[in-house]
């Protein structure tokens, strides 16, 4: 038996007996759900991206509906999951999807690419989860088994990883009967088992052929190229309250936080204003933000601007920092 069929038929057995039971897990798959949990997955754990899922598929059981949903009510229950693109772009994707497929997820890979929002990692879930189709899945876990059991040290956030490591994958699950045992078995593997600190390599199936056990390079990958460096920005927050209501303003289309509400923000910290909190770091990919806010008169604000109540304010999208400190302190 070759390598990549021996590394395949542990994957599976190792699923077999480890798989989590998950709420999209089912007997049958339903696509839809599928779609959902590999994008809210995207960037979050399971652990924290498993009651957003609960509270989406509550509120919107089907493609059409949402679809059909409001962008804010969709953003609100999107909060503190961040990368809001992704909510928007599951609900472009859902638009296309009731208008070019009846409201039916395709069922090729090459067919579910051509929907907005879904890349060769959630063509390959879905293809493969739902409709048996061998085509190897590639995320960060997947890397990292790939990468240590193989012995390969190409970059993988580099193209020419990124293609390498694709076609490892498909040659991996290209012999199996059963890709969506495969393909999430290698995503339990490395979420579980081949963890990025302390992989388990004692009690590990795969040690006795692990290239990256047998050479002492386990800690050494996968290999990443360094990104730039983070920055740093200061934002200042007006918060002006009147009659129990808050200015909040919509942000445009043109940044990360498009299509949400905050507080409208001010140039420079002001001279009369009462810091209303300790200054707090938010944290994006890629750069940190020390956001201070600051109880305002209305004179010192800008621009559109419109007044919520507290509970009012709740129902819309906002960055979590914003949300959080009108949970927390208004
Ligand atoms: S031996 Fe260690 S590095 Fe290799 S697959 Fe197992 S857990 Fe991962």
Partial sequence: MDRFNRFRISIEDYYSTHKRDLPWRKEVPVPYEVWLSEIILQQTRVAQGTPYYHKIVAAFPTIEALANAEEDKLLALWTGLGYYNRARNLQKGAKQIVVDYHGQLPKQYDELLKIKGIGPYTAAAIASICFQEKIGVVDGNVYRVLSRYFGIHTPTNSSKGQKEFQTLANECIKETKHPDQYNQGIMEFGALHCTPKKPNCMYCPLSDSCHAFNNGSVGALPVKLKKGKRTKEIVHFGVVQNAQKMALRKRGTDSIWAGLYEFPQLNEAPDHGQLLA??????????????????VSEAEISGDYSFYTKEEAQELGMPIIIADFVTKRL
């Fill in 278 to 295: 300790e200054p707090v770091l938010h944290k994006l990919s890629h750069k940190d933000l020390h956001c201070s806010f600051w109880a």
